[in-house]
């Protein structure tokens, strides 16, 4: 906008100089009030995309982390149960009375995923500058992890899954004072398990 061409027109009008110059300020106002409007208008979409971008990282953390709490909460679960098994089994051995059991393990749950197996091979054929031929045969093999989608996650596919394998067992029980009472328990706990006895740990629960 050119103000002096403006301001010469308002002269030619017949306007005199301080309305003018109210003129002039209003429309540096408006100026500014349009100016101030596009840039608020560039700062909402600029802040914008940058919340759903952070939305979209966390959602991705919170997934990762979600699979790997369900996982550790399963063990645990699975690990509480068989103590409680295994003190209800042994309670009911004659001579014993209350027991507390803690076992050890090699490690979690172990997954066995589907495998994509691949086999490919090739034969070339040579031929010498003498006459003579050659062939070589070349056999490659390949496999990947099949993976499944689970909403917008994706995950190997699971076909079967391993429980974690005992590596020791420390028993605190009443009676196993009892040298007799506490071979039984050693003894039974190892079969239970199918680990040997030097890994059954027993003592006595005091009174």
Known sequence: MDFKKLIQKFKELGLNKQLTNIVIIILVGVL??????????TTTNTTTSGKQQNQTTNTALS??????????????????????????LLQNIQGVGNVKVMINYEKGEEEV????????????NENDSSGGKRVTTQNSTGSNVVLTNNGDATKPFIVS?????????????????????????TDSVAEFFNISVDKVSVDAMKK
Do not use: H, R, W
Request: hydrophobic share 30%.
């Open 32 to 41: 500014i009030i349009i100016a101030a409007s596009v840039f608020k208008d």
């Open 63 to 88: 997934d990762e982390n979600s699979d790997e709490s369900e996982s550790s909460n399963d063990d645990s679960a699975y690990e509480n149960q068989q103590e409680a098994k295994l003190e209800g």
């Open 113 to 124: 995923p589907v495998y994509n197996q691949s086999t490919s091979s090739s034969v070339i």
């Open 161 to 185: 899954k391993y429980k974690p394998k005992v590596s020791g067992v420390y028993i605190v029980a009443e009676g196993a004072n009892d040298s007799d009472i506490k071979l039984n328990i």
